[in-house]
Structure formats: structure tokens, C-alpha cells
């Protein structure tokens, strides 16, 4: 059990429609990060935010956008959205001064 | 840019067989790395942090141990129940903490 919920856990959408993932962290976990994992793949960096700012982003476009909020839980938006985008998406968590981030169990888009 | 290559891909093993997993990096300065074990559907579930070379780590029927270049991930007597991905990912000492992973070592351990 690491704390960190999100939702929901699974999510149909049509192409070029947006959609909203939610996550809610553990008090004191105040960096959150998003990844992007395709079927068969590793998880992919898409931006991470700390004290409720970005903090550094991977090789995703602007469609991809974020939150953090004061109580610790985080949004990520993906607007116009692409067939491609079909994955399960983790949000992971990380205490003041630790390394080890923490993963929710996911959300599975898919797009059709 | 930091790479992480796992191998084997794949792994059966039979109940006992002990077996090592494999993963080479290579990064701009190495804060961390870490093994992750990911269960079909889920999010990954925290193993392991290596910091320097030479260090080790266990946790029941699970070693990792970490080179300058790569790391292991030693599987001892494995049950059925240690079936699962392992996931390797390293963080870079420069910028913010994100992790940059492999694809997995899926391992299948048949009764």
C-alpha cells in the first residue's frame, strides 16, 4: 500500500475528445510525477511538479498538460486526443528528501 | 541521454531454479537506481535503490547488486508468486528526479 490513489481506474475515449486523470498523494509527498506506459514497454517520463510548479518535462507535447494542488493530489489533461495514447498511466509520488518515487495502481486509457 | 537496456526479455523458469536479471545503463551521473517489480494491470511496486558501485541489497528470495555500468537482479529458489515484470530505472545526479526505465524483464516461474 503506498498511499498514493488514483482514478479512475479505467476510461474509454474517442479520438480527439480530452480527458482528466486524478491522483491523490500521501501528506508530505511533495513532488508528484506522470508517466506513460504502452503495452509491453517501460514507463515513459511525461512532467513532474513540485510545490505546485513544473519541474522538468519529457518528450510529450503541449496536449499534455498537469496540476498540482495544495492538498497534494495532481491532475493531467490530454487534450485532442490520439489513438497512440491508449496506456496505462502512473502517477508516482515522493516523500521531502527521498529518491524512491511511489506508484498508484494506474489509470488505462484507451482511445478508439 | 540515459538509456536502460534489460535483459532477458523473457525468462521461464521452473520453481527453485534460481536465475539473474540483467540491466545496463548508461547516464549522465547516477543519483540512484532502482528495481521496481510490476504485476500485469498495476503500478510498479518498489524493490530496491542502489546508490554506488558495490553496493547490495536483499529482500526475501531477491538480490540486486550494482556496477559502474550495470545492475543484477538475483532471483534465489523463485516460487510461482515471484512471477511478475521487473522493471529497472535509473535517475541522473543533474535536474529533477524522474526516473528513466527499461522495458522489463517479464519472468514466469512455473510450478
Known amino acids: 500500500e503506498t498511499g498514493v490513489t488514483q482514478s479512475p481506474t479505467h476510461l474509454i475515449k474517442t479520438r480527439g475528445q480530452q480527458v482528466t486523470l486524478r491522483c491523490s498523494s500521501q501528506?508530505?509527498?511533495?513532488?508528484v510525477s506522470w508517466y506513460q506506459q504502452a503495452l509491453g514497454q517501460g514507463p515513459q517520463f511525461i512532467f513532474q511538479?513540485?510545490?505546485?510548479?513544473?519541474?522538468g518535462r519529457g518528450n510529450f507535447p503541449p496536449r499534455f498538460s498537469g496540476l498540482q494542488f495544495p492538498n497534494y493530489s495532481s491532475e493531467l489533461n490530454v487534450n485532442a486526443l490520439e489513438l497512440d495514447d491508449s496506456a496505462l498511466y502512473l502517477c508516482?509520488?515522493?516523500?521531502?528528501?527521498?529518491?524512491?518515487?511511489?506508484f498508484g495502481q494506474g489509470t488505462r486509457l484507451t482511445v478508439v | 541521454e540515459d538509456q536502460v537496456t534489460q535483459s532477458p526479455e523473457a525468462l521461464r523458469l521452473q520453481e527453485g531454479e534460481s536465475s539473474s536479471l540483467n540491466c545496463s545503463y548508461t547516464?549522465?551521473?547516477?543519483?540512484?537506481l532502482f528495481w521496481y517489480r510490476q504485476d500485469p494491470g498495476k503500478g510498479p511496486e518498489f524493490l530496491f535503490t542502489?546508490?554506488?558501485a558495490g553496493e547490495e541489497k536483499e529482500k526475501e528470495r531477491l538480490k540486486a547488486t550494482l556496477t559502474k555500468k550495470e545492475s543484477f537482479l538475483h532471483i534465489t529458489a523463485p516460487k510461482p508468486e515471484d512471477s511478475a515484470t521487473y522493471l529497472c530505472?535509473?535517475?541522473?545526479?543533474?535536474?529533477?528526479?524522474?526516473?528513466?526505465f527499461g522495458k522489463g524483464n517479464q519472468v514466469v516461474v512455473i510450478p
Open positions: 508516482a509520488s515522493s516523500p521531502v528528501g527521498v529518491a524512491e518515487a511511489f
Open positions: 501528506s508530505g509527498h511533495n513532488t
Open positions: 511538479y513540485y510545490r505546485e510548479e513544473e519541474n
Open positions: 547516464v549522465s551521473g547516477l543519483r540512484g
Open positions: 542502489l546508490y554506488s
Open positions: 530505472a535509473v535517475q541522473p545526479i543533474y535536474g529533477n528526479n524522474r526516473l528513466a
